[in-house]
């Protein structure tokens, strides 16, 4: 049983440039929720995707953007890139129709931005 | 602004003692309360999911409570072991975004052998 999936593990790039991360959920779920985690900081929720619609946003710019896939894969996307930007990004699954359900997570990638 | 507050911020304990760790979070429109072990190069693995004041939940040695009305969680580990060693995490959601976890930044627990 295939877990949460993250692709790249590490990325750097260029302050103005573009950004692409992907995420396949665990087996079964069909949730998928992005999260931002600064070095020495709790993630910090960017947004959740459900029927490949947002369904939830956190306090992020438009710069960041997502889609989720019929599969329930899902990309992160950052435009613009900011030094600020560098950081682990964690996605999460969870079955949809279940509010508390705990998440399970990918490892993460980490970007670095020069 | 939603904060939630984790103490203390790392904690070192001997091979086979106890120890505990707080989460303290909004007690208004509370909705549930999750707890977290991360481990190093490992992704964050759930613990508990927590949704009733006064839910009190086990996993082997590991233990947590949970207080509402007062905006508070003890995370709690019996004899604590080497594989013990990891950041704990706790995250709230409340009842106004109940799809949003705000987390807190963690303890880091190092078992002393």
């Not at chain 1, 790249?8 to 260029?14: D, G, N, Q, R, V």
Request: net charge neutral; proline share 5%; with cysteine.
């Amino acid at each position: 049983d295939a877990g949460v999936t993250q692709s790249p593990t590490h990325l750097i790039k260029t302050r103005g440039q573009q950004v692409t991360l992907r995420c396949s959920p665990k087996s079964g779920h069909d949730t998928v929720s992005w999260y931002q985690q600064a070095l020495g900081q709790g993630p910090q929720f960017i947004f959740q995707y459900y029927e490949e619609e947002e369904r939830q946003r956190g306090n992020f710019p438009d710069r960041f953007s997502g889609h989720q896939f019929p599969n329930y894969s899902s990309e992160l996307n950052v435009n613009a890139l900011l030094l600020g930007d560098s950081a682990l990004y964690l996605c999460a699954s969870s079955p949809g129709r279940t509010y508390n359900s705990p998440l399970h997570f990918g490892n993460g990638t980490r970007l670095t931005v020069t | 602004i939603l904060n939630v507050e984790q103490s203390p911020q790392s904690l070192h304990v001997q091979e086979g003692d106890s120890t505990n760790f707080t989460c303290s979070f909004p007690s208004s429109n509370f909705y549930a309360l999750h707890w977290y072990r991360w481990e190093t190069a490992k992704s964050p693995e759930a613990l508990f999911v927590m949704t009733l004041n006064g839910d009190e939940k086990k996993k082997g040695r590991i233990s947590a409570t949970l207080n509402t009305k007062e905006g508070y969680s003890y995370l709690y580990i019996k004899g604590s072991q080497p594989e013990d060693s990891a950041t704990y995490l706790c995250a709230f959601s409340s009842v106004d975004s109940n799809y949003q976890l705000i987390w807190g930044a963690g303890t880091k627990l190092i078992i002393k052998p």
